[in-house]
């Protein structure tokens, strides 16, 4: 499926929202809403259930399933966010949430199945992109801290000494940083040094925008540490 850029989802929304309103009536006003990207971090094979002050947002009511995403467009507001387990539908994540109009998000659930967590990040374009990518990087592993991350045959890491996430810390490393476009091999060290996890030959789209995630868990043959990729 073709990504679309974070500016260029934003615009899509609103063309749509504005070309409804014209068919529809003339002196309609677009409800005022936000751009959601939901990440399923979270170790439980089942997937997640997401509800916005209590409507199910899953595409045919589907889960999202573990290391994937999904994206929708929640009203501007105070609003209850909740996760739910898809096989016992118990809630994992409740939470209060703002907002704002024609502003992008990302949330992210992960954890243990015994202590979830979740945190929440602004998604900000960043000026004269051009031919290169955004890219910024969270841990959302467990019981491994102090990670770094290479990228394509650097030797220097693009993210270095990163522990696993808090909400604080998720706000604090939600800024994009430009680099090459291209194909590129990630690979990523624990604080020793060594390689815990790796992805071949991803091809990043100049202009375009991507959270790189470590998530699973360390010595855990059924949720095993990955690398993921999300496109905004």
Do not use: W
């Amino acid at each position: 499926m073709k990504k679309v850029s974070i500016q260029l989802f934003i615009c899509l929304f609103m063309v749509l929202i504005s070309f409804s309103s014209c068919l529809k009536d003339d002196d309609y006003v677009p409800v005022p809403a936000g751009f959601m990207t939901f990440v399923n971090a979270y170790p439980d094979a089942s997937g997640l259930y997401y509800q916005i002050d209590g409507r199910t947002l899953n595409a045919g009511y589907a889960p999202v399933a573990h290391k994937e995403y999904s994206k929708a467009a929640p009203y501007a507001g105070s609003r209850n966010l909740r996760a739910l387990s898809g096989s016992q539908n118990k809630t994992v994540i409740d939470s209060t949430i703002t907002v704002n109009d024609r502003t992008a998000y990302s949330s992210f659930v992960y954890g243990t199945t015994a202590h979830p967590k979740f945190a929440m990040t602004q998604d900000k374009s960043i000026q004269g992109l051009g031919d290169k990518t955004a890219f910024r990087f969270l841990n959302l592993a467990n019981d491994v801290a102090n990670v770094n991350l290479f990228m394509g045959d650097s030797d220097t890491p693009a993210f270095d000494n990163r522990p696993v996430e808090t909400g604080a810390s998720a706000v604090q490393n939600q800024t994009f940083i430009a680099k090459e476009s291209g194909s590129q091999s990630l690979r990523i060290t624990d604080a020793s040094g060594n390689e815990i996890a790796k992805r071949e030959n991803y091809n990043f789209t100049k202009g375009y925008y991507y959270t790189i995630i470590l998530i699973g868990t360390k010595g855990d043959s059924n949720m095993p540490l990955y690398i993921g990729v999300i496109a905004h």
